[in-house]
């Protein structure tokens, strides 16, 4: 018995030949190009939906674009790296690109064979979140495919930028402490020693934004900082170095939301309450923080938006390589919950 006949795959040809125009309109339209008018765009595609026509990535690639964007985001568990991917399919939604997904696993080697898959794969971009790699290494990624780097400081020629102004949403927290009444506020930080690296890296200017903000309250014989990551384990393995302190602290300044869910639990496990005993605040503004049993007070540097304008300057990037990098710097705002509070007499 012979095998069934496989379905023929529908060409751009069958497309032309169902709308009634001609495979250079098809491929006009398929590429988003100038000259073709809203009515042909709408009849073409019109044919596509009804045929089901599917054009080739290989072969999309071979005539220069695969309309694909590759993004590496360092740590998938984190609450926070998911809305900035939100916002960069929500600003790619109308357009001819899919997103394609890779975790970066918070290290040099997994994000280079990341970064270089990409590449050869012929992606026509690609966005890179809170990368840890050398600047040498973005700037050969930026120099082979249009890259848009999210998360890191400082300014490239190769690669466009966008951050939150960590150094404010440090002091953001600080003020906000010390407004209440706090003196003992101490800080969970990601340890970064790479010299290469320190001075771009949101973590390392979130704790120099902490040491400076306390230096203005006049609170510097105070500063307290304890290096862990930023992860929920490593909330919790500061959070116990810091409650083992001969002078604990009343209030703890974690991070990221996700260090502040391990501050949460070691509190709890040392028969603490949280905001009566300790105050707590993160940093991401993440959707668990909003939720009525955590209520955690965080700064909010609008994931979601970032990564929308990421999305942005990528696409201006792949339509023109030799326009000017642009660097974009947000500036977080605070949103206090229940987790913070006046210091316990």
């Known amino acids: 018995m012979n095998p069934p006949a496989q379905p023929k795959r529908v060409t751009i040809v069958d497309v032309a030949q169902h709308a009634q125009v001609s495979t250079t309109a098809v491929s006009k339209v398929l590429r988003n190009a100038y000259g073709t008018s809203p009515q042909m765009r ?6 596509i939906a009804e045929l089901g026509y599917r054009p080739l990535a290989a072969a999309r690639g071979m005539r220069g674009q695969t309309y694909t964007v590759g993004v590496m985001l360092p740590d998938i568990r ?3 790296f998911p809305e ?6 929500d600003a790619l939604w109308d357009t001819d690109y899919q997103v394609l997904m890779a975790p970066g696993r918070n290290g040099e080697e997994a994000e280079a064979k990341v970064t270089e898959a990409m590449i050869d794969r012929g992606m026509d971009g690609v ?5 840890v790699s050398s600047r040498a290494h973005l700037e050969w990624v930026a120099n082979t495919v249009p890259t848009v780097v999210v998360g890191r400081h400082g300014q490239s020629a190769a690669y466009d930028t966008v951050s939150d102004d960590d150094l404010a949403g440090a002091a953001l927290i600080v003020d906000h402490f010390a407004d209440l009444g706090h003196r003992h506020i101490a800080h969970i930080e990601h340890d970064e020693t790479d010299p290469r690296r320190i001075a771009e890296m949101p973590n390392a200017i979130r704790a120099s934004g902490y040491r400076k903000a306390m230096r203005a309250r006049g609170l510097e014989d105070e500063i307290d900082i304890v290096s862990t990551t930023y992860t929920q384990e490593g909330g919790y393995l500061g ?3 810091l409650l083992n302190r001969p002078q604990r602290p009343t209030a703890i300044f974690a991070g990221a939301d996700i260090v502040a869910m391990g501050v949460l639990q070691a509190v709890a496990e040392a028969g603490l309450s949280v905001p009566a005993d300790i105050s707590i605040a993160g940093y991401d503004n993440t959707t668990f923080a909003a939720l009525g049993p955590i209520s955690l007070t965080s700064v909010d540097q609008a994931g979601r938006h ?3 304008t990421a999305a942005q300057l990528l696409i201006d990037r792949i339509a023109d ?3 000017p990098t642009v660097q974009i710097k947000f500036s977080p705002s605070l949103v206090p919950r229940r987790t913070s509070t006046y210091p316990p007499t």
């Open 42 to 47: 709408a009849k073409v595609r019109r044919a």
């Open 78 to 80: 984190n609450p926070f």
């Open 84 to 89: 900035i991917l939100d916002g960069i399919t």
């Open 127 to 131: 966005i890179l979140v809170a990368p």
């Open 239 to 241: 959070a116990q170095q």
């Open 306 to 308: 970032i990564g929308t």
């Open 321 to 323: 390589r030799t326009r």
